[in-house]
């Protein structure tokens, strides 16, 4: 995955990963404008966790506790008080504790525990992005040790060059269904961003190509195998098995082989103002992954994986995407355009992110490291949480 955020680090090479519109042609969708077929595929933020070609320098974070809410008992992390600024109106969160990069794997449960009892306010569900570094097992103890409410799709992230990124990922996922059960796990989704790197690597666009299919069959083994794990527990039919990718990079058949898709859908890599974030963001999910999904004979769910706006830039050349600046003033825009608006559609999204990763911007610099609503010390940026709470 570091690859990812290498070349999607920098600005010329962010262009690359910023489709047109051929995927929609070729999913036989509705032409949708020039804006807009502009896709979207993000990348580098995305993160994560995993992937054994990670470097050493990954896994840093910030661990300051500054943002450590309150416990009235300070041995049970169940009595944390809740920050009144705080509202539960996000319909999910993409997570990645901090320091869960292999091979420097330093996370702790005790920051865990805090960033959930953070994220608890905000949200019910959160999505992981691999399970490397007993990350898995740390957010569903600092649930249990929480009390919260709270559902986690876990998550295992394939490297398309490394096979034993999968089957260590996947033994960890096994062990910690063991251990936890699945009340509070909503789903195992297998691969994130696997299409957009392999055919990346491959030198080639389409996710329904001869290459995309090539691409396919390795992720879609990972999925069944996955399918044949639970089924070996028992757990076959209780629990959905999906996919996530960049938007605009989602084959066919990998959605066939899924029971939900999770889709990258970034305003900001597709040079789209803040103001016209939200419809834009709607507008392309639904034509490039909702539709086309419905169409499948399995119909399988459509999540968007992760949407977001960042606040800032390491560098000048990247501190605006052309319209609009990275700035917590156009967060909130988005924030008060898109996240009440996207409930009222009943649209499963997961927002990207809960806080930034001082790690992301060491090595990738630009806006990578900033896309949080918090800082990374986890006291909230200059913003308002919009107020709509779900069920
Ligand atoms: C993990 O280790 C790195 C140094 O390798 C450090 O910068 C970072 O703060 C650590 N992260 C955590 C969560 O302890
Ligand atoms: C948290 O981090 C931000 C950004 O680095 C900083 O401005 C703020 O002062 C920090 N908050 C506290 C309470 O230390
Ligand atoms: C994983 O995390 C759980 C929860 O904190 C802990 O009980 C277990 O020992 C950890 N496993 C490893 C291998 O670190
Ligand atoms: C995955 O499983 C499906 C359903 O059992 C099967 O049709 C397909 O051939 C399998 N694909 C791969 C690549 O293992
Ligand atoms: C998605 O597109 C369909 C067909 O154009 C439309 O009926 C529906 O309202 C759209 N949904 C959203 C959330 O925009
Ligand atoms: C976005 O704008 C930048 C310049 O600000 C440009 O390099 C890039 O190609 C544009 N991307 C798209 C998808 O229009
Ligand atoms: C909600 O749906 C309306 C009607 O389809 C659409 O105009 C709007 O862009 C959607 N917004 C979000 C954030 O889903």
């Not at 999505?127 to 649930?143: F, K, P, T």
């Not at 084959?251 to 990258?264: H, I, P």
């Not at 499963?348 to 809960?354: L, Q, R, T, V």
Request: net charge negative; aromatic share 8%.
């Amino acid at each position: 995955m570091h690859s990812t955020f290498e070349k999607s680090g920098n600005r010329s090479q962010r262009s690359k990963w910023i489709i047109v519109g051929s995927v929609i042609g070729l999913l036989g969708l509705i032409a949708i404008g020039v804006g807009v077929g502009v896709g979207v595929s993000k990348h580098n933020s995305s993160s994560t966790s995993s992937a054994s070609s990670s470097s050493s320098s990954s896994g840093t974070t910030d661990s300051s506790t500054n943002g450590t809410p309150p416990q009235t008992n300070p041995n049970d992390p169940s009595t944390f008080q809740k920050d009144p600024n705080l509202h539960r109106s996000f319909y999910g969160m993409a997570y990645t504790p901090a320091g869960s990069q292999v091979p420097t794997c330093n996370n702790t449960l005790e920051d865990v525990i805090q960033d959930i009892q953070v994220m608890s306010q905000l949200t019910k569900r959160v999505r992981l992005y691999g399970a490397d570094c007993n990350q898995s097992a740390l957010v569903l103890e600092a649930i249990r040790q929480t009390k919260v409410d709270m559902q986690v799709y876990i998550a295992n992230y394939p490297t398309p060059d490394d096979p034993t990124a999968y089957t260590r990922q996947r033994d960890e996922i096994k062990a910690t269904i063991q251990t936890y059960g699945t009340d509070n796990i909503a789903g195992v989704t297998v691969g994130n961003e696997f299409m957009l790197n392999y055919l990346t690597d491959h030198g080639a666009t389409d996710p329904n190509g001869a290459i995309g299919d090539q691409g396919a069959a390795l992720i879609i083994a990972d999925i069944n195998d996955t399918r044949s794990v639970l089924a070996g527990m028992n757990l076959g039919k209780t629990l959905p098995v999906g996919n996530s990718d960049a938007g605009s990079y989602y084959n066919t058949k990998v959605l066939e082989a899924s029971d939900y898709g999770m889709a990258n859908v970034h305003p900001w890599f597709a040079n789209v103002s803040a103001q016209s974030a939200s419809a834009w963001t709607a507008q392309f999910f639904n034509e490039t992954n909702v539709q086309p999904s419905a169409l499948l004979p399995n119909n399988p769910k459509m999540y968007i994986a992760e949407t977001g706006w960042p606040t800032q830039s390491s560098d000048a050349g990247n501190a605006n995407n052309g319209v609009s600046d990275a700035s917590e003033t156009n967060l909130q825009v988005f924030l008060d355009t898109f996240v009440c608006q996207a409930n009222q559609n009943s649209t499963g999204y997961f927002y990207f992110e809960f806080k930034d990763e001082p790690w992301k911007d060491v090595q990738f610099g630009g806006v990578e490291g900033y896309w949080g609503l918090f800082h990374a010390n986890r006291t909230l940026k200059n913003l308002k949480i919009p107020n709509c709470v779900l069920d």
